[in-house]
């Protein structure tokens, strides 16, 4: 998975409220005693918490169990995911079904790789499989950069080929011939980590 823009919230430091990067953020607290801020995964968890003040934010975590609803979820779909062992480092894949978490197709390890070229390679063979067996069940990833290459039909990693991932290489380039002479009815599904939890191809590596 790529990195995932955050919204920083500053409770108390010399200019209290929200900012969309670290770097703002330091601006605002940096040397100041005692400042009180934290990250979050979306602008509207961050007003959110800002609106609650600090000690009623932290005293909610405290108080509430992380849990997850499954509700919105479409479960006649496949889910894909990648899992990569250092970036780069020993890359691997597979393509599951959402429901079940049967495995459908497993590639990898590769070396010399990265999680985002994994996650890219996992939905174009997801998408292959699916066309072969005439299915338009659609594909979930909790990966937006993956998407990103998925709709531009290009790899666009910046990873630089050598010895040991000219394998990898291949398949990069086998992947985006297939995205230029396929075309798919397949929805591209953005899995739903913070609701839903993990995707189930996840391989379990946090």
């Known amino acids: 998975m790529g990195k995932k823009k955050k919204f920083y919230v500053v409770w108390e430091g010399y200019e209290p409220g929200i900012y969309s990067s670290w770097q703002e953020c330091k601006l605002k607290i940096q040397n100041y005693p005692n400042a009180k801020y934290k990250s979050f995964e979306s602008l509207e968890e961050a007003k959110e918490a800002y609106a609650m003040g600090f000690f009623s934010f932290q005293k909610q975590k405290k108080q509430i169990p992380k849990s997850y609803s499954k509700e919105g979820i479409e479960w006649k779909s496949i889910a894909v995911d990648a899992a990569s062992s250092g970036n780069p480092g020993k890359m691997e894949y597979r393509g599951v079904v959402t429901k079940t978490k049967q495995v459908l197709f497993h590639m990898g390890p590769f070396p010399n790789g990265t999680n985002n070229i994994g996650e890219f390679l996992a939905l174009v063979h997801g998408l292959a499989f699916l066309k072969e067996k005439k299915s338009d069940l659609p594909i979930y990833t909790d990966s937006r950069i993956a998407m990103s ?30 995205l230029s002479k396929h075309t798919f009815k397949n929805p591209i599904l953005k899995w739903e980590t913070k609701s839903w939890g993990e995707i189930p191809a996840d391989f379990g590596r946090k």
């Not at 290009?154 to 086998?174: Q, S, Y």
Request: charged content about 40%.
């Open 149 to 178: 290459w998925i709709r531009q039909k290009k790899c666009k990693t910046n990873l630089a080929k050598n010895a040991k991932n000219e394998k990898l290489f291949e398949l990069i380039k086998r992947a985006e011939i297939w």
